[in-house]
């Protein structure tokens, strides 16, 4: 009626982006504070709404511009020599942005993990707590738990928050030479699950030693990123700390009671620093890049620049150079929407839902 319609996905924000209210960056975080599955996701978003990724392209585009100014003036009048010393200090300052760069790139591991989560598998032979660590990390009977070896057949999947990272924790059928076929194939789903999981928790029972079921998941977790957890410490350990020390030395080892939650907190703190190197909650304020977009497009920024220096070091021609600074520029511009093509705007605004 009177020419009104449904709005179309993220109309409002797309509308506020075309008119200069706010960049690109800005637009994408309000689509990931709708999606943010957790408290540190949703500061990771506000921080990019509030501007602080603009903020920092800004600074770096006006200090290229003034860069390439100085070389496209030589260029244009060859007759006046560009002197050595601001040469140098040209370089100076690609090289310590190239650092800042690298610090951005870095921080994508852990911002994608804190926007889009990570999943995890509970694997180990049965009856060593899996379905009691699910429970207690949930704080609910999610899994039925019983003295039955092989009490779990198929995969119990739940979503959970540990640490401000979401966790798609996912308990398995107990791995071990199948009985009947209901639990070969619950065994078959489980080792999809691990193949493909982003992290583990490999489960053991610390209160037997271990044996030849225990030597086949060993070598089914190669390679995984996990935690080696010592289930039953509330009963008299058996298991040999040392041999199982030795055989993952580059992975944490907790030891809890699934049964009383000793030792939880300290399991989720491990995993929180297996996953995040850097502490966010003690430093939120960190710049944490977290949308691939961005990442891939500071990385051909960081390389641009990165060939550049390589050109001053080994006396290229300044229109190589000129080149590199002006390929560095058009990267930074489809970072805040400067240079962005269409297909790209209307692939980032259709995530939205009606409206927005």
């Known amino acids: 009626m009177h020419g009104a319609r449904l709005a179309l996905p993220g109309e409002f924000t797309k509308r506020a982006f075309v008119n200069g209210r706010i960049d690109l960056t800005q637009a994408e975080a309000v689509i990931d504070m709708i999606k943010a599955k957790t408290v540190a996701g949703l500061e990771i978003a506000s921080r990019q709404l509030k501007g602080w990724l ?4 800004a600074q770096l585009k006006s200090s290229l511009v003034q860069n390439l100014a100085l070389i496209e003036a030589h260029i244009d009048f060859p007759e006046e020599e560009i002197d050595a010393a601001p040469l140098k ?49 949930l704080r609910e009977e999610r899994a039925i738990v019983t003295p039955i070896p092989g009490t779990t057949r198929d995969v119990i999947e739940e979503v959970l928050n540990i640490c401000g990272i979401p966790v798609r924790l996912m308990d398995t059928a107990g791995l071990r030479k199948a009985r009947d ?13 691990l193949a493909g999981s982003d992290f583990v928790l490999l489960m053991l029972d610390g209160s037997r030693a271990l044996d030849e079921d225990d030597e ?11 935690v080696v957890i010592l289930n039953k410490d509330d009963l ?18 907790v030891s809890i009671s699934a049964l009383n939650g000793d030792g939880i907190e300290h399991l989720k703190n491990t995993i929180y620093s297996c996953l995040v ?53 058009e990267a930074l511009g489809e970072v ?17 839902c009606i409206g927005k």
């Open 54 to 57: 603009y903020k920092e392209m």
């Open 89 to 137: 200090e040209m370089e100076l300052e690609i090289e310590r942005m190239i650092q800042r760069l690298e610090g951005w790139i870095a921080s994508y591991e852990e911002g994608r993990i804190f926007r889009e989560g990570i999943s995890c598998a509970i694997i180990g032979k049965p009856n060593v707590g899996k379905s009691s660590l699910l429970n207690i990390l």
């Open 181 to 193: 076929s209901i639990e070969q194939e619950g065994m078959k789903r489980a080792r999809e699950r």
């Open 216 to 226: 086949e998941i060993f070598d089914e977790v190669k390679g995984k990123r996990k």
């Open 236 to 253: 008299p350990q058996e298991i040999s700390v040392g041999e199982v020390k030795s055989r993952f030395m580059n992975d944490s080892m």
């Open 277 to 329: 190197q850097r502490d966010f909650r003690a430093t939120p304020e960190y710049p944490v890049v977290a949308n691939i977009r961005h990442r891939d497009a500071l990385v051909r920024i960081k390389d641009n620049l990165s060939n550049a220096v390589k050109g001053m070091e080994e006396g290229t021609s300044i229109e190589f150079i000129a080149f590199e600074i002006r390929s560095a520029l």
């Open 336 to 352: 805040v929407g400067e240079t962005t093509s269409e297909e790209i705007l209307n692939r980032i605004f259709d995530q939205f």
